[in-house]
């Protein structure tokens, strides 16, 4: 089993729409958890950051991390054409291996 | 624009060739890392640097050799590499207190290798 898991997609909504991205993770001491954006031919780009359990809010990005379940989700709401890339979550216990999902490619149709 | 800047953007290199890949981060961050990413995989973890010393050494081949001159600079050395080794090579950087690291990665652009 792998530590991080993200369903890979491709994941395809029609402009507007709430996109809802998650990962479940299977080791308890993970504490900080990540979202980054991943153009095609760029670095990852970091959207969002959270420690512990909770939620997170930046503009249309919420992230949420439920330790219970051991899940985390992004939601993107009013999701435009630009927001078409591959989203990875990321996970650390806060030692210097984070440790990523597959990553879930993401379209947004005009 | 990214706050980690990598040199150069591509490279196409034959397998007797010797290159280097150029890093470099001005936000203070104590830990530095290179990652490699193949087409459609997340990064994979090669080497971290805490406070310029070699830190983790993920059992990568001795054909890449990596060297932090100092806290803001890294290298990656690259020798008789093979065509397999093609991928986008990510520099990242974080901050670092006592070993740990409770900050999240940040990352460059990368570089693209060719290797024929």
């Known amino acids: 089993q792998k530590e991080v898991e993200q369903d890979p997609g491709p994941l395809s909504v029609p402009e507007g729409a709430i996109v809802s991205l998650n990962c479940t993770y299977s080791?308890?001491?993970?504490?900080?958890f990540m979202w980054y954006r991943q153009y095609s031919r760029k670095g990852p780009e970091l959207l969002m950051y959270?420690?512990?359990?909770g939620n997170k809010e930046d503009g249309r990005f919420t992230a949420q991390v439920d330790k219970s379940s051991k899940y985390i989700s992004l939601f993107i709401r009013d999701s435009q054409p630009s927001d078409s890339a591959t989203y990875l979550c990321a996970a650390t216990s806060g030692t210097y291996k984070y440790i990523f999902g597959t990553g879930t490619r993401l379209k947004v149709l005009a | 624009d990214t706050e980690v800047t990598q040199t150069p953007k591509h490279l196409v290199m034959g397998m007797t060739n010797k290159k280097s890949l150029k890093c470099e981060q001005h936000?203070?961050?104590?830990?530095m890392y290179w990652y490699k990413q193949k087409a459609k995989k997340p990064p994979e973890l090669m080497f971290v640097y805490s406070y310029e010393k070699l830190s983790i050494n993920e059992s990568v081949p001795s054909r890449f050799s990596p060297e932090c001159p100092n806290s803001s600079l890294l290298n990656l050395h690259l020798h008789a590499l093979q065509p397999e080794d093609s991928a986008l090579y990510l520099c990242?950087?974080?901050?670092?207190?006592?070993?740990?690291?409770?900050?999240?990665?940040?990352f460059g652009n990368g570089t693209r290798l060719t290797v024929t």
């Open positions: 080791n308890s001491a993970f504490q900080y």
């Open positions: 936000m203070g961050h104590r830990a």
């Open positions: 990242a950087s974080s901050q670092a207190d006592m070993g740990l690291s409770n900050s999240p990665l940040h």
């Open positions: 959270t420690y512990s359990s």
